[in-house]
């Protein structure tokens, strides 16, 4: 008993590291960001600056439901995150860190969030989670017919497993180049990066989702994001990058990835939801189902 | 000691009598059905698990002969505990029937009928309760009002029917036994021929593709109660059906290397594939909320062909746990609409609105029932999905993979649509004064969602006793071991998932709750750039809710085109029959008159 | 020590008092683009001035946002729609006012449609000069609202709430109606 309470301490220090990290990364980049357009930009710690600003201040509120969603969906959050190995040695819950609990938990967040979103009574809100969801259809079947590919050829699908794996036989981003390219651009799906950032727009649907929040409820949902981005990139650091040995290799692995996808996030207009849906379908579904077909039935 | 005959006899006794009461006391008959259907489920659970049920005694004639087995006593025990669950909504929806007595009867004679099927141990026997099955439960539709899908059922069921009937007697003309063991003697051709028969009763009866048309149009339609009891009961006599045929049967068949496993199993699990596919894609694009639901029970059909399909200790754990699992949330989120049509007289979903202001309780219920339809974590449905996908991995089915990824994510469209159209969004003026569910409906509700979470934070018990019915197949057991199941590729901790959770939700509900307190505004208080809207169906976005996405496929389904043309001409050979035989048309009774004349006065030289 | 527990009015005070530590590096603002001064804001927000080094940055609806900027002249359609907008931001809040039309007037003073004094409807905490104001002006404006925040003089929104019924006769005497009750009205 004893042991699971150390690993859910230990997953709360992941969490709480996963937010740390991901909200600095996010603020260094967005002066990188800055420094690409030729400005100065904000300082690095200035996400922490809007998080704890937004958390402090007195905000509205449409109900319980309103509430609830917002507590289930970074509860949600924060539980995928406990789960999440941040080196091979370094995971809170050994042997348990299934892949499929990142899927699937980290829905429990969104489903938490598109509830409350639903329940301020706000139309955009409830247009933003309907092309939230469709978005996810979209980029999660091909991210998942390649992960599928890495599971049967690594034979385990605990993240760690597959760290090892490819510390042993090299990384998946080597073997699997398609693969690895298209879990590329599901992964910009998944952070809503700019081709993909549909169910937020912001000049469109008033951010979507997020229309109505604003205070503590919208502190709380910075938060989640901080921390799904965390699991996001952390997972697509481990499953194709080789994961880390060290918690510095891990670093600046996460660094790297978050870093690029931003950039190039920063080139690139808005897709409409029904393009976002065709896009996903035809190369990078195609591409990864090709690949799987050429390496699991050869 | 308990004898199952007796079970199904008293049962038919208990429909009789409660036919009878409610001659004159439709409701007092409703309250009997509630009654006998506790007392089934209680006899089969308690003899059941003490392994005390009697298949020897013989009441009834010779011919129909029980046995036990676990795997009948799991679909049993499932099913009579749906039937047990719906039937508290009986006594309130029994007014709005034409015949409440006869709705009664049915009721508990389609509960009788399916047990009869799950202890069957001769094909007789499993025909002829089949067919009460369906008897009673295609008159148990049109009490809905509505008569066409009674016969869109009946069609479908007919042909499940007659596929299982020729199955039956063709396996007679060649072992000459009734008994349930003789097809997997069977070999070659015949052998082939049974299995495809068997899997066609089993489609139809699952509402699988090419055949799931039927389902959204009967629990659309039917009653509510009835649309529930389908979905968590009746249909899973398919699964069942299905069960026996693609594992009894081994046809000697082409080898398929790459998936390992034979070609009819790969077929099989291809139109699985499809169902989930297309049973998805018309889900997300219902205005009805049951009719939405009954094309996801349709998609969750094919996974458990798929499961079936593959023929793995993993999968058929998979597969027995889904059955449970989406019999538990499906029937609860049945029941959920069922209470909102109860209360609103309606359940389209772009009539409706705020329902979570009326009714709480009942949307937590429907909250939950998605949340395990939909595979997340701690539910029921979470545990069997993960099964399926690691047989699917595991088999490395890759066309497979994407239809059932698909259908998982998908279904967390549909599954939103009515939380956020009809529970959640703009309270909507017209509906002012709805109340909650009454009591007697509640207790089904809850105890239907407390089920499913426990079956999806503690699997031990389900997968011990799915590990005794997949052993009768020959198959060893899943492994599991204090905190997990273990799977083909990793351990799954449905305890520790769910107690991570909890921890998760309890850390953040107390930063929430430390954080200054928010300030309570109305629905209509809410962000309009500026504009001045007074209006709550202005606000409440439901209709045509995925619409950027229904814009991507076709409306119809392909397959109802080519239904459509047998119905044509299926019209036409009755049109000329109705011409040349049945008509008061002239110049055909001068025809037929001449031509009798003819044959009697030459007929000899003829 | 106080055995007392503390009142919903004190909780806040103390959490805004916390919160003004952060707010005052980081202002989110929602963009009222009434009038011409709005053109201003462009440059201020991209390379050549870099509002976001400051930590400012456009928001998309009044209930994220933290500071409400009014660019220009303000016609009576407008200002039913700024009272309500201003009305949904939580608290704090704070309106900065672009150019002399909010003042007095400034060109269209005798016009019928415009009205001529913001701060009868709704409480100014900085006012931008200039007509236009340049750039350097906006942003200075900007670092004046952040000292306000810093020297706890930014009450603009404590005023609101204590003189409601003086700034809500004001609006019923210059609109009639401040909520038009007719969706397709007007």
């Known amino acids: ?298 | 000691m308990f004898s199952i005959e007796l079970v199904v006899l008293s049962t038919l006794l208990a429909g009789v009598l409660a036919y009878i009461v409610s001659i004159k006391l439709p409701k007092l008959g409703s309250y009997l059905t509630i009654l006998a259907s506790l007392a089934v489920f209680s006899v089969l659970a308690y003899f059941g698990f003490n392994n005390n049920l009697d298949a020897e005694v013989n009441l009834i004639p010779q011919f129909v002969l029980f046995k036990t087995s676990m795997f009948g006593l799991y679909f049993a025990i499932i099913v009579s505990f749906i039937f047990f669950m719906v039937s508290f909504f009986n006594p309130y929806f029994i007014k709005d029937y034409k015949y409440p007595a006869a709705y009664n009867l049915f009721y508990l004679m389609a509960l009788a009928g399916t047990i009869g099927v799950f202890f069957a141990s001769n094909f007789i026997t499993l025909f002829i309760f089949f067919e009460i099955v369906v008897w009673t439960s295609m008159f148990l539709i049109p009490l809905g009002k509505k008569r066409k899908p009674t016969v869109t059922y009946f069609v479908f069921s007919t042909v499940g029917s007659f596929a299982m009937l020729y199955a039956v007697m063709f396996t007679f003309s060649i072992t000459g036994s009734f008994d349930l063991a003789a097809i997997s003697v069977l070999s070659g051709k015949s052998a082939l021929l049974v299995y495809i028969l068997l899997a066609v009763a089993g489609f139809a009866k699952l509402g699988a593709y090419p055949f799931y048309v039927w389902l959204p149009k009967v629990l659309g339609k039917s009653p509510d109660p009835v649309s529930a009891v389908f979905s968590g009961g009746i249909e899973k006599l398919g699964a069942f059906i299905a069960f026996m045929a693609i594992l009894r049967i081994s046809p000697a068949s082409i080898y398929l290397e790459a998936v390992g496993m034979y070609l009819q199993n790969y077929v099989i699990a291809i139109f699985g594939a499809i169902t989930i596919v297309v049973g998805t894609l018309q889900a997300i694009r219902q205005d009805d909320a049951k009719k939405l639901l009954a094309y996801s029970s349709a998609s969750n059909g094919g996974y458990i062909l798929v499961a079936i399909a593959m023929s793995s200790s993993i999968s058929l754990t998979g597969a027995m746990y889904h059955i449970l699992a989406h019999a538990l949330a499906s029937t609860a989120a049945f029941l959920a609409i069922a209470v909102v049509h109860y209360r609103t007289k309606t359940t389209k979903i772009s009539e409706l609105g705020g329902m979570i202001h009326h009714m709480p309780l009942t949307y937590m219920v429907y909250l939950m029932a998605i949340i395990s339809m939909a595979g997340i974590p701690p539910m029921g449905g979470f545990i069997s999905k993960w099964l399926i996908f690691q047989a699917v991995i595991n088999k490395q089915m890759i066309i497979v993979a994407v239809a059932t990824f698909f259908g998982s994510i998908g279904s967390f469209l549909y599954v939103f649509r009515p939380l956020a159209a009809l529970f959640l969004g703009q309270k909507l003026p017209k509906y002012k004064g709805v109340k909650e569910a009454p009591f007697l409906m509640m207790i089904p509700l809850i105890i239907l969602t407390l089920g499913s979470f426990y079956i999806g934070v503690i699997p031990n018990q389900v997968i011990d006793f799915s590990n005794k019915v997949i052993a009768e197949f020959g198959f060893g057991p899943l492994l599991m071991n204090e905190f997990g199941i273990q799977g083909a590729n990793g351990t799954l901790s449905a305890p520790i998932i769910a107690s991570v959770f909890g921890l998760g939700v309890v850390v953040i509900a107390i930063i929430f709750f430390i954080l200054p307190k928010s300030r309570k505004v109305g629905l209509m208080d809410t962000y309009t750039s500026g504009e001045f809207i007074y209006t709550e169906e202005l606000l409440h976005y439901s209709a045509d809710f995925y619409a950027p996405f229904e814009r991507l496929y076709p409306a119809k389904p392909l397959i109802s085109k080519v239904y459509a043309m047998i119905k044509e001409k299926v019209n036409e050979l009755g049109r000329f029959f109705k011409y040349w035989f049945f008509t008061n048309k002239p110049e055909v009774t001068v025809l037929w008159i001449v031509l009798i004349l003819t044959l009697l006065v030459w007929g000899d030289i003829l | 020590m106080e055995n007392k527990k503390l009142t919903q009015a004190q909780m806040d005070t103390k959490w805004t008092e916390l919160g003004d530590f952060f707010r005052r590096k980081s202002i989110w603002m929602l963009m009222y683009c009434t009038g011409c001064c709005a053109i201003e804001l462009p440059q201020a927000m991209t390379s050549a001035y870099d509002m976001e080094r400051l930590g400012m940055g456009p928001m998309a609806t009044p209930r994220q946002a933290d500071v409400l900027l009014i660019t220009g002249y303000l016609s009576l359609k407008t200002l039913r729609r700024l009272v309500y907008t201003y009305e949904q931001m939580s608290e704090p809040k704070y309106v900065v006012a672009f150019g002399p039309c909010v003042i007095n007037g400034g060109i269209y003073h005798d016009s019928h449609a415009v009205l001529n004094r913001l701060d009868h409807y709704l409480p100014i905490d900085v006012y931008i000069s200039g007509c236009m104001p340049n750039p350097e002006s906006v942003m200075n404006g900007f670092t004046d609202l952040m000292d306000l925040i810093k020297n706890k003089t930014a009450v603009g929104w404590k005023n609101y709430r204590d003189n409601n019924e003086w700034y809500k006769k004001n609006q019923m005497d210059a609109l009639g109606e401040v909520f038009v009750h007719d969706e397709f009205h007007e």
Not at chain 1, 75 to 90: H, Q
């Open chain 1, 1 to 298: 008993m004893s042991v699971i309470l150390m690993s859910m301490l230990i997953g709360l220090g992941v969490a709480l590291f996963g937010f740390t990290l991901q909200t600095t990364i996010g603020g260094i980049n967005r002066k990188v960001v800055g420094r690409m357009q030729k400005r100065y930009g904000p300082k690095w710690y200035q996400e922490f600056l809007d998080i704890f600003k937004a958390l402090s201040k007195r905000a509205i509120s449409h109900g319980w439901i309103y509430d609830f969603g917002v507590i289930m969906a970074v509860g949600g959050i924060t539980a995928t995150a406990m789960f999440m190995p941040i080196t091979d040695s370094l995971v809170a819950f050994a042997g348990y860190d299934n892949f499929f609990i990142f899927v699937y938990l980290l829905a429990v967040g969104m489903l938490g969030m598109a509830m409350s979103a639903s329940g301020s009574g706000n139309p955009l809100a409830s247009i933003g989670v309907m092309r939230a969801l469709t978005q996810m259809l979209a980029y999660e079947v091909p991210f998942m017919v390649v992960v599928i590919t890495i599971i049967k050829v690594s034979g385990t699908s605990s993240l760690t497993g597959i760290m090892e794996f490819q510390q042993a036989n090299g990384w998946f981003a080597l073997s699997l180049p398609i693969g690895f390219g298209v879990a590329f651009l599901s992964l910009l799906g998944m952070l809503g990066k700019k081709p993909f950032e549909t169910y937020i727009a912001p000049s469109e649907i008033a951010s979507g989702p997020m229309v109505e929040y604003g205070g503590k409820q919208l502190g709380l949902l910075f938060v989640m994001h901080e921390i799904a981005t965390f699991i996001e990139v952390s997972l697509f650091v481990h499953l194709f990058l080789g994961g880390a040995s060290n918690i510095i290799e891990f670093l600046a692995k996460y660094f790297i990835v978050y870093t690029v996808a931003n950039l190039i996030s920063n080139l690139n207009g808005r897709f409409k939801i029904d393009q976002v849906v065709v896009f996903f379908y035809k190369w990078p579904l195609a591409l990864a189902v090709l690949q799987a077909i050429w390496v699991l039935w050869r």
